[in-house]
């Protein structure tokens, strides 16, 4: 036999070992089962830190209707912070902000209470409720400020999704003073 021909045989000997061998171990038309899904923790949102201790994702979507899972905490000279939103989502937000102040109640309220506020009665020494329309990028905002007995003042401001109408913020800012009312009571 030639040698071009033994080469040729030998080619051709290894390509079927290759080809017999190519299915070892597997069945024919069998699949690799599906990886599992990961596994999404959702930590409470004082898990974060800071002010955040002040927030518990339950209480919130209870009083808003909105669910958040995902904290976080700062703080900045004077002012802690805490914002919760759902997890990959910038908008709906809220923000948690918490500030020691030298004012007294008249001040806070001729000083601090935006123009065109509401009062709210039954939370700290003075308090306002108020809605803004959206902003830029940003929605329309509720938002709840107080000043507490100790001299802090508080503030709870939800922004919503930038296609709501501004009347969605009013209703939320009512629905915003009774979570204000519990942050009140937990702080």
């Known amino acids: 036999m030639s040698a071009v021909r033994m080469a040729a045989r030998r080619f051709g000997a290894g390509l079927l070992l290759l080809a017999a061998g190519a299915g070892c171990g597997d069945e024919a038309g069998a ?30 979507e209870g009083a808003l209707g909105t669910r958040f899972d995902v904290a976080a ?9 805490c914002m919760v939103q759902a997890n ?12 020691e102040t030298a004012a007294d109640a008249a001040t806070f309220t001729s000083e601090v209470a935006p123009d065109g506020a509401k009062s709210v009665k039954g939370l700290g020494k003075a308090a306002y409720r108020t809605a803004r329309a959206a902003s ?9 400020g107080w000043l507490t007995a ?9 922004t919503c999704v930038s296609d ?10 009512v629905k915003l003073v009774e979570l204000a009312k519990a942050v009140d009571k937990a702080q």
């Open 73 to 81: 905490a700062s703080t900045h000279k004077d002012t802690a912070t």
């Open 150 to 158: 100790d001299k802090r003042l508080i503030t709870l401001r939800y």
């Open 31 to 60: 699949k690799a089962p599906p990886a599992p899904a990961p596994v999404v923790a959702t930590l409470p949102a004082a898990s974060a830190g800071g002010v955040c201790g002040l927030l518990d994702y339950e209480a919130i």
């Open 164 to 173: 709501e109408p501004k009347a969605t913020a009013e209703e939320l800012s």
């Open 88 to 99: 990959g989502a910038p908008r709906p937000d809220l923000m948690l902000s918490v500030t």
């Open 136 to 144: 830029g990028k940003a929605g329309p905002t509720a938002e709840v």
